[in-house]
């Protein structure tokens, strides 16, 4: 795996366990009585379409025109902004 997948990879997550870090640190966390909804449903469904992306490039690698390693470094491609509108939006519930 090259450096540049693995930092697409890790940064989104990274950044969202530093964020929550810093808030708690600060004494600024989320009060468990007032999560959005809209933000929660939100989250929920971006997740649930990240996931559905990562699987589908999984299950579907065999139909694809060009080799497993060509294929996994092209889905970077789409699930890199999934990975950071999903760290962006369970920052915003955990906020």
Known sequence: ????????SVV???????RVLALDATGKGVNPARVYR????LTVGISVVYLLAMTLTVLLQPFAAVDSLT????QNIWLSPFRGW????????LC
């Open 1 to 8: 795996m090259t450096l540049a997948v693995s930092l697409s």
């Open 12 to 18: 989104p997550t990274l950044s969202l366990i530093v």
């Open 38 to 41: 809209f933000m929660f449903i």
């Open 71 to 74: 294929l996994m470094q092209q």
């Open 86 to 93: 999903v760290s962006a939006a369970i920052g915003c519930v």
